[in-house]
């Protein structure tokens, strides 16, 4: 305090702010650790329940921020600062903030929170908006410190009593937030009322993005289910190529084979919409006349993994037609084709014709000169 010429007393916000920043450049490090290991704590719980998110990210207060932060004057007050012990009364000298693609992960996330750390604090911002029927920067804020099993192990011991801040929002709630905070809270003057309409008009459309993504995502999960369940059945007519349908498919027909990658089946699903298939009917009907294995041993001279096994079907249900189709046309390609129709005609497989465009049944005893050079 100074003593003004009137005999009042005055605050030296400036000397409040240095002090503040001397004191927190002592301890910033450690604080940096403890964001780095709330970090990975979420990291490894979020990944172990499967949960796909856009980033978790890590940070202790820069220096500058936290003098700036502590030089903040009173709401109630203004001539006092709003934080009298600033390295004990400001929560986020460590920050994590995680950031979802959808809005149902934010509550996923929030399970994996409550579960690895203790919760001194949750504030929900969308509930706050929506209970105020206005529109505006969404998240969900929560104070925490490490549970007293963690911080009794020597790699966390440290960081006992010290409290982080966690953010959880989505990628469209996130870009809002930045923006709005580059924009409006940044600038010298008053937001333009046309820029705030303007504003309040695009958290509307983030919003209603948001919904449609998670809508989106919802009917991709019951179309998959559906898809499935159809497989299972035997009802395939109704089922449209799609990877994850193929796989249901093949794992029936032929067996699990974990050793496939989800670009195998992204590839052989597009395969098989370019060779004309519309839907597993089809598909079935070009197949079901061969046995995988045996295929497979003769072109390839042992057993094959699912996909290529499948390939072989297809070779052998289609014949000709199936390098008219391919998407490769190089001369390699054309003649590697024509040798392995040749070895299953040797071996006695009777090769077809099958085209699932023409909805013709599958015609057996095709020849060599289908594969046109």
Same mark, same amino acid.
């Given at each position: 305090?100074?003593?003004?010429? *009137?005999?009042?007393?005055?605050?030296?916000?400036?000397?409040?702010?240095?002090?503040?920043?001397?004191?927190?450049?002592?301890?910033?490090?450690?604080?940096?650790?403890?964001?780095?290991?709330?970090?990975?704590?979420?990291?490894?719980?979020?990944?172990?329940?499967? %949960?796909?998110?856009?980033?978790?990210?890590?940070?202790?207060?820069?220096?500058?921020?936290?003098?700036?932060?502590?030089?903040?004057?009173?709401?109630? *007050?203004?001539?006092?600062?709003?934080?009298?012990?600033?390295?004990?009364?400001? +929560?986020?000298?460590?920050?994590?903030?995680?950031?979802?693609?959808?809005?149902?992960?934010?509550?996923?996330?929030?399970?994996?929170?409550?579960?690895?750390?203790?919760?001194?604090?949750?504030? *929900?911002? +969308?509930?706050?908006?929506?209970?105020?029927? =206005?529109?505006?920067?969404?998240?969900?804020?929560?104070?925490? @410190?490490?549970? &007293?099993?963690?911080?009794?192990?020597?790699?966390?011991?440290?960081?006992? &009593?010290?409290?982080?801040?966690?953010?959880?929002?989505?990628?469209?709630?996130?870009?809002?937030?930045?923006?709005?905070?580059?924009?409006?809270?940044?600038?010298?003057?008053?937001?333009? +009322?046309?820029?705030?309409? =303007?504003?309040?008009?695009?958290?509307?459309? %983030?919003?209603?993005?948001?919904?449609?993504?998670? &809508?989106?995502?919802?009917?991709?999960?019951?179309?998959?289910?559906?898809?499935?369940?159809?497989?299972?059945?035997?009802?395939?007519?109704?089922? @449209?190529?799609?990877?994850?349908?193929?796989?249901? !498919?093949?794992?029936?027909?032929?067996?699990?084979?974990?050793?496939?990658?989800?670009?195998? !089946?992204?590839?052989?699903? =597009?395969?098989?919409?370019?060779? &004309?298939?519309?839907?597993?009917?089809?598909?079935?009907?070009?197949?079901?006349?061969?046995?995988?294995?045996?295929?497979? =041993?003769?072109?390839?001279?042992?057993?094959?993994?699912?996909?290529?096994?499948?390939?072989?079907?297809?070779?052998?249900?289609?014949?000709?037609?199936?390098?008219?189709?391919?998407?490769?046309?190089?001369?390699?390609?054309?003649?590697?084709?024509?040798?392995?129709?040749?070895?299953?005609?040797?071996?006695?497989?009777?090769?077809?014709?099958?085209?699932?465009?023409?909805?013709?049944?599958?015609?057996?005893?095709?020849?060599?000169?289908?594969?046109?050079?």
């Amino acid at each position: 305090m100074d003593n003004r010429s *009137d005999g009042t007393r005055h605050f030296d916000f400036e000397v409040h702010r240095q002090q503040a920043i001397d004191a927190y450049a002592k301890v910033r490090s450690k604080y940096q650790d403890f964001a780095f290991a709330v970090r990975n704590i979420l990291r490894e719980a979020i990944e172990r329940k499967g %949960l796909k998110v856009h980033s978790i990210e890590a940070r202790a207060k820069s220096l500058d921020s936290f003098g700036n932060k502590a030089a903040r004057p009173s709401e109630e *007050d203004p001539n006092l600062p709003r934080y009298k012990n600033p390295l004990r009364e400001v +929560t986020d000298l460590a920050a994590v903030r995680v950031i979802t693609f959808f809005p149902r992960t934010v509550g996923d996330v929030d399970i994996s929170i409550r579960e690895q750390l203790h919760v001194l604090e949750r504030v *929900d911002h +969308t509930q706050v908006l929506e209970r105020e029927e =206005r529109f505006g920067y969404k998240s969900v804020h929560y104070l925490i @410190e490490l549970k &007293g099993d963690r911080t009794r192990l020597p790699e966390y011991e440290r960081f006992a &009593g010290l409290v982080a801040e966690v953010q959880v929002r989505t990628v469209l709630q996130h870009a809002w937030a930045e923006i709005e905070h580059d924009i409006q809270y940044k600038s010298s003057i008053t937001i333009p +009322t046309e820029i705030r309409r =303007r504003f309040v008009a695009l958290a509307g459309m %983030l919003e209603i993005a948001d919904r449609e993504f998670q &809508g989106i995502q919802d009917a991709d999960l019951e179309f998959r289910e559906q898809a499935r369940r159809s497989v299972q059945k035997g009802e395939l007519e109704d089922v @449209e190529i799609t990877p994850d349908a193929l796989r249901a !498919y093949l794992d029936k027909k032929f067996g699990s084979d974990y050793r496939i990658s989800p670009f195998s !089946y992204e590839y052989t699903a =597009r395969l098989l919409r370019k060779l &004309g298939f519309a839907n597993f009917r089809q598909v079935d009907e070009c197949v079901s006349p061969y046995d995988d294995d045996e295929a497979s =041993r003769i072109v390839y001279g042992g057993r094959q993994g699912q996909t290529t096994r499948f390939e072989c079907l297809l070779l052998a249900g289609m014949g000709g037609e199936f390098f008219k189709r391919h998407f490769w046309k190089d001369d390699w390609y054309r003649d590697a084709v024509q040798q392995r129709l040749q070895k299953l005609r040797d071996a006695g497989i009777p090769v077809g014709s099958y085209c699932p465009d023409r909805a013709s049944p599958t015609e057996l005893g095709s020849t060599a000169s289908d594969v046109e050079p």
